[in-house]
């Protein structure tokens, strides 16, 4: 299994520019989630879903859409960058009650 | 609003010795805490979880403990190995819902003096 994995692992963005995040899982995991992590921070909830077809908002969501069409698949969409959405993005998935496995993070900068 | 927090930020140890890491909460209807390890440039990785029907659980090297009453988390690294040097999350949700939802904590840096 490859667990979870991060599409791109570095990204650049102007300020307007959109993006998509990709995360995906090949642990039939129900439970994917989206998490941004500042510097000397922990870190903050953008989005989750329980199911395909289910998603809800965490922390943070403003500026942040997703989608979840598949099991497999979780992507994260930036409208429109900020600077301050300069930042780490780590996806997590598990099964219901259990242990949160994680992606390698993708680093963005916006200019 | 309620949080997750860490008592301290850097936690300096000499390799061998006992390294404990201090967590409090403050969500009270949370009911299952978990301690995340995190290396430099990598994604968090489980290390041990517990239910707030326990106060202690034990793993490989690691123990976790919980004072609900103090609404307190622990966790306690025996004979600590320079692999250890990472940073340290704790996080909290409630174990019948979402558990998706985690709170983190903002992490304590553990360093692992040779």
């Known amino acids: 299994n490859a667990g979870v994995t991060q599409t791109p692992k570095f990204q650049v963005l102007k300020t307007g520019q959109s993006m998509t995040l990709q995360c995906a899982q090949d642990?039939?995991?129900?439970?994917m989630s989206w998490y941004r992590q500042d510097p000397g921070m922990g870190l903050r909830l953008i989005h989750y879903?329980?199911?395909?077809?289910?998603?809800d908002q965490g922390e943070v969501p403003n500026g942040y859409n997703v989608s979840r069409s598949t099991t497999e698949d979780f992507p994260l969409r930036l409208l429109s960058a900020a600077p301050s959405q300069t930042s780490v993005y780590f996806c997590?998935?598990?099964?219901?009650?259990?242990?949160?496995?994680f992606g390698p993070g993708t680093r963005l900068t916006v200019l | 609003g309620e949080s997750v927090g860490l008592h301290l930020p850097t936690l300096s140890v000499q390799e061998g010795d006992n390294s404990i890491i201090n967590c409090a909460y403050s969500n009270s209807a949370s009911d299952y805490f978990i301690w995340y390890k995190q290396e430099s440039g990598k994604g968090p990785q489980f290390i041990i979880d517990i239910r707030s029907n326990m106060d202690k659980r034990q793993g490989q090297r690691v123990t976790v403990l919980l004072n609900k009453t103090v609404k307190h988390l622990s966790l306690q690294i025996a004979a600590t190995q320079p692999g250890d040097s990472a940073v340290y999350f704790c996080a909290e949700t409630s174990y019948t819902g979402a558990n998706s939802k985690l709170t983190f904590g903002k992490g304590i840096t553990l360093s692992v003096r040779p």
């Open positions: 642990m039939n995991h129900e439970y």
């Open positions: 997590a998935s598990s099964h219901r009650g259990g242990e949160q496995f």
């Open positions: 879903s329980v199911g395909a077809g289910i998603t």
